[in-house]
Antibody
């Protein structure tokens, strides 16, 4: 079965960077985009961007351009999301999720989700 | 960006009742590319419906979606205790994809 296993909770100081990992299993990692979505405490969902694990191509939401970087390592079926210059309002749960289509025909809705990674930014 | 407005903010119903959740878009959603997700406390969202009315794998048939253009509805025909959660709509017809603010379905 499809599983996305994310790295554990992080506590960071303002101005630092954080990298969250998302290890995929149960399907062909290079066959489906990976999206990242975040959720601030008690708030709704915000799409951050996607990575095509096959080509490495990325597309970031405008709100995150310049300070998010999405990468992947196909040898270990793992996607990464790095957020730099952290601020207190970046405190959130960060989710990875598979695209509902395929790399040949992405759909941009979110089929399977990781368990989430809480990132806390505090001085 | 397309803004999605969900109503009501909170819906209080009893098990066995019918739930109707609304999602209204600020402009037409291309090709009815609208999805619904269910989120329970401490859990990741779960895909229920995509392209407005198609149920995701394993989703019970008491969940149904309808609508087109700017108005979409998620209906739960007979509420089970496990259905009480927060529901989000998402449009993915225009970039960036955007979410509604959520409807909390609570036990009356």
């Amino acid at each position: 079965q499809v599983q996305l296993l994310q790295s554990g909770a992080e506590v960071k100081k303002p101005g630092a960077s954080v990298r969250v990992s998302c290890k995929a299993s149960g399907y062909t990692f290079t066959g489906y985009y990976i999206h990242w979505v975040r959720q601030a405490p008690g708030q709704g969902l915000e799409w951050m961007g996607w990575i095509n694990p096959n080509s490495g191509a990325t597309n970031y939401a405008q709100n995150f351009q310049g300070w998010v970087t999405m990468t992947r390592d196909t040898s270990i079926s793992t996607a990464y999301m790095e957020l730099s210059r952290l601020r207190s309002d970046d405190t959130a749960v960060y989710y990875c999720a598979t695209d509902g289509g395929s790399v040949a025909a992405p759909k941009y809705f979110f089929d399977f989700w990781g368990q989430g990674t809480l990132v806390t930014v505090s001085s | 960006d397309i803004v999605l407005t969900q109503s009501p903010g909170t819906l209080s119903l009893s098990p066995g009742e019918r739930a109707t959740l609304s999602c209204r878009a600020s402009q037409s959603v291309s090709s009815s590319y609208l999805a619904w997700y269910q989120q329970k406390p401490g859990q990741a969202p779960r895909l229920l419906i995509y392209v407005a009315s198609s149920r995701a794998t394993g989703i019970p048939d008491r969940f149904s979606g309808s609508g087109s253009g700017t108005d979409f509805t998620l209906t739960i025909s007979r509420l089970e205790p496990e259905d009480f959660a927060v529901y989000y709509c998402q449009q993915y017809g225009s970039s960036p994809g955007t979410f509604g603010q959520g409807t909390k379905l609570e036990i009356k």
